[in-house]
T-cell receptor, first 113, second 118 residues
Framework: AQSVTQLGSHVSVSEGALVLLRCNYSSSVPPYLFWYVQYPNQGLQLLLKYTSAATLVKGINGFEAEFKKSETSFHLTKPSAHMSDAAEYFCAVTRYNTDKLIFGTGTRLQVFP | KAGVTQTPRYLIKTRGQQVTLSCSPISGHRSVSWYQQTPGQGLQFLFEYFSETQRNKGNFPGRFSGRQFSNSRSEMNVSTLELGDSALYLC?????????????????FGEGSRLTVL
């Protein structure tokens, strides 16, 4: 069975500081991994996706994530937080040939001026 | 290009009633999937349809059902509503149905239908 674990339901950073949101996965087959962002009263927007083409994946809005098989991790980072990054972030996993995503419990990011 | 459209956006029902939610995918997309989002359980997969066929089903009781039409529009129905069915129901569509795949196929989400059961 596949699953993802997001460590930390809330993360607070100052504007300009490094953002690090943690995600560990469990999968018996090579996984496809995703990070999504959700702003209040909106749906989910894809930030980036790991497809095994490259371990370092660059996404939108300056976010990137690194796939580390040895650590079963896919942490999301951004060098410098912006106020507009305040939102909830979800890590998700799936297997081949489906749109069925298994989501983590989410991490709410707060950015302070 | 219009995004994924879900209707209604907000609705209030009472226990025991039934509800139908609608999802219009992005034009040309053949795959539609549904998710339930609650504060307690988070985001949980409900169904996945591809070319009118249910390809996957989540772990929900039989009161939850869905279908997809020939134009790829999808509906989900919840019968005999319970208080715990209060949630944001999200619909997502993709062209290939291969969010899990080596290409850059992407799932596009609608803004959701927020159901409150009283």
């Amino acid at each position: 069975a596949q699953s993802v674990t997001q460590l930390g339901s809330h993360v607070s950073v100052s504007e300009g500081a490094l953002v690090l949101l943690r995600c560990n996965y469990s999968s018996s087959v090579p996984p496809y991994l995703f990070w999504y962002v959700q702003y209040p009263n909106q749906g989910l927007q894809l930030l980036l996706k790991y497809t095994s083409a490259a371990t370092l994946v660059k996404g939108i809005n300056g976010f990137e994530a690194e796939f580390k098989k040895s650590e079963t991790s896919f942490h999301l980072t951004k060098p410098s937080a912006h106020m507009s990054d305040a939102a909830e972030y979800f890590c998700a996993v799936t297997r081949y040939n489906t749109d069925k995503l298994i989501f983590g419990t989410g991490t709410r990011l707060q950015v302070f001026p | 290009k219009a995004g994924v459209t879900q209707t209604p956006r907000y609705l209030i029902k009472t226990r025991g009633q039934q509800v139908t939610l609608s999802c219009s995918p992005i034009s040309g997309h053949r795959s539609v999937s549904w998710y339930q989002q609650t504060p307690g359980q988070g985001l949980q997969f409900l169904f996945e349809y591809f070319s009118e066929t249910q390809r996957n089903k989540g772990n929900f009781p039989g009161r939850f059902s869905g279908r997809q039409f020939s134009n790829s529009r999808s509906e989900m129905n919840v019968s005999t509503l319970e208080l715990g069915d209060s949630a944001l129901y999200l619909c997502a569509s993709s062209f290939t149905g291969l969010a899990g795949g080596p290409d850059t196929g992407e799932l596009f989400f609608g803004e959701g239908s927020r159901l409150t059961v009283l």
